[in-house]
């Protein structure tokens, strides 16, 4: 059984629509093994960025514990791939019914030499400039070794399942085929650290920095986090001690947290709390462009909602004469308000829509969301034209189409909710963030070069 996330009705597996209300089957298991495009990776960290940074930390600070034998090896989490691309194939193999079972012998690989590698350069010595801030070894470490852990997370996890790849393979990028594991730590330390850089200048220009409220916010998270990791009654030499040994600072670790902040304020500054500033013709074009439609039905079902089985060819008839009969009516008005008011007056009396109650203003949907004779009957309307009845495998559906509304909740295939004002600031958002992360480089000062990790990597046993 499927629960039907536009009106909550339960239906068969078998099914693909739902026997109420028409909408299709959730795609999650569609959406979750579609492989993602190449700049994924920053998107998830542009759009998300609250919840990656912080998680990031809190991760990062409670790997202690690991399955990695090697006393100084890297912590192998599994649950920290999720910011490599890569990542997604290891979950599917694990998942796969044909998969091989975990290895029980104890497997090596390869992980990154990290106190080797810190060790080459001073915590403090500056090795780049970004948007003209400077950036510290240190810094630069910090997210460079984050890097390095999903990498190491994912070969681990390939191993177990009888995989074999190296920090010298390709990690799939289409449009970098060559570009390998360590290519891409590299890389990706580079997106983080322009992407700080960018919030904290959009931050700046919007006046959206760090209230007190905020500042005190993230002083408490910090505190919390070294409580759940060491104890309430963790000293601070111990606090220091812990993140010295996870190459991380006071100061790292603040402007991280930091960031949720100054991302949540810049968003509010730009595009108001609930995306309320943004204005009605922006909302409209962003829906014209991405497809939606608006719609409202009157549905007689000719299937058993129960059972999802069809009912008889007598009841089935009648309630095409019924669906017919409204049709009739609706279609011979021809003032704009009194067809929307009787429209109301009959799918509050006949409508047979358990969406209704969630969605009784009607339906609001891109292409692939409802089922295709309601999507194709909709496409065919004009803004305030009924159709004749159309008939999906679940019943009749006599369809008002309706103009685009730009605080209408929107539906999608997910189930999520949100308003075209939404996700237009998302969008909008994410794309000043791209241009902003565009135009800022990493320059390396003269004489300092990028590690080559392929020259710091050690042998490490897990399993």
């Known amino acids: 059984m499927w629960k039907c996330n536009s ?33 994924m990776k920053v998107l998830i960290a542009v759009l998300a960025v609250a919840c990656l940074v912080l998680i990031g930390v809190i991760v990062y600070l409670n790997s202690q514990k690991n399955t990695v034998t090697t006393e100084n090896a890297a912590p192998i989490d599994t649950t920290v791939t999720e910011s490599a691309d890569s990542a997604e194939n290891t979950e599917e193999a694990a998942q796969s019914e044909t998969a091989a079972e975990p290895s029980a012998e104890p497997i090596i690989i390869q992980t990154l030499d990290r106190e080797k590698l810190f060790a080459t350069h001073e915590a403090d010595e500056v090795i780049a400039t970004v948007g003209g801030m400077d950036l510290l070894w240190e810094e630069y470490f910090y997210f460079l070794s984050n890097e390095a852990y999903s990498v190491e997370n994912y070969i681990a996890t390939m191993a177990m399942y009888g995989g074999s790849i190296t920090w010298s393979d390709p990690w799939g990028d289409s449009e970098n085929p060559d570009e390998t594991f360590a290519d891409y730590a590299l890389s990706s330390t580079g997106e983080y650290v322009r992407l700080m850089v960018a919030i904290t200048e959009l931050s700046e220009e919007n006046d959206a920095g760090l209230s007190e409220e905020d500042l005190s916010a993230v002083a408490d998270t910090m505190a919390k986090t070294f409580a759940d990791a060491l104890g309430d009654d963790a000293t ?19 402007r991280l947290v930091s960031m949720d902040y100054l991302y949540n304020n810049t968003y509010r500054a730009l595009y108001g709390e609930n995306a309320e500033k943004v204005s009605e013709e922006d909302a409209l074009k962003y829906m014209f462009e991405s497809g939606y439609m608006s719609a409202n039905h009157i549905l007689f079902m000719t299937v058993d909602p129960a059972t999802g089985e069809a009912l008889s060819e007598e009841a089935v008839a009648e309630k095409l004469e019924k669906a017919q009969a409204i049709a009739d009516e609706l279609r011979a008005i021809e003032d704009k308000d009194e067809l929307l008011a009787r429209f109301a007056e009959l799918k509050d009396e006949l409508d047979e829509d358990s ?10 949907f891109t292409p692939g969301v409802m089922v295709s004779e309601f999507e194709d009957a909709t496409k065919a309307l004009g803004d305030y034209e009924v159709s ?10 006599v369809i008002l189409r309706l103009p685009l509304e730009a605080d209408a909740e929107l539906m999608s295939a997910s189930g999520g909710a949100a308003t075209a004002r939404g996700l237009f600031a998302t969008k909008d958002f994410s794309e000043k963030l791209y241009e902003r992360m565009d135009n800022l480089s990493v320059d390396f000062v003269e004489g300092f070069e990028k590690p080559d990790l392929l020259a710091y990597l050690t042998e490490t046993e897990i399993g």
Do not use: F, W
């Not at 209300?21 to 495009?37: M, R």
């Not at 969406?355 to 609001?364: D, E």
């Not at 004749?388 to 559906?397: M, R, T, W």
């Open 236 to 254: 601070e030499e111990e606090i220091d001690s812990y993140l010295k040994d996870r190459y991380m600072t006071r100061a790292i670790m603040e």
């Open 7 to 39: 009106c909550g009705a339960s239906n068969g597996d078998e099914s693909d629509v739902c026997s109420s209300c028409g909408a299709q089957k959730p795609l999650e298991t569609a959406v979750e093994s579609a492989p993602k495009s190449n700049g």
């Open 355 to 364: 969406g209704k109650t969630a969605y009784p203003n009607g339906y609001t």
């Open 388 to 397: 004749e009845p159309v008939q999906s495998s679940y019943g009749y559906h």
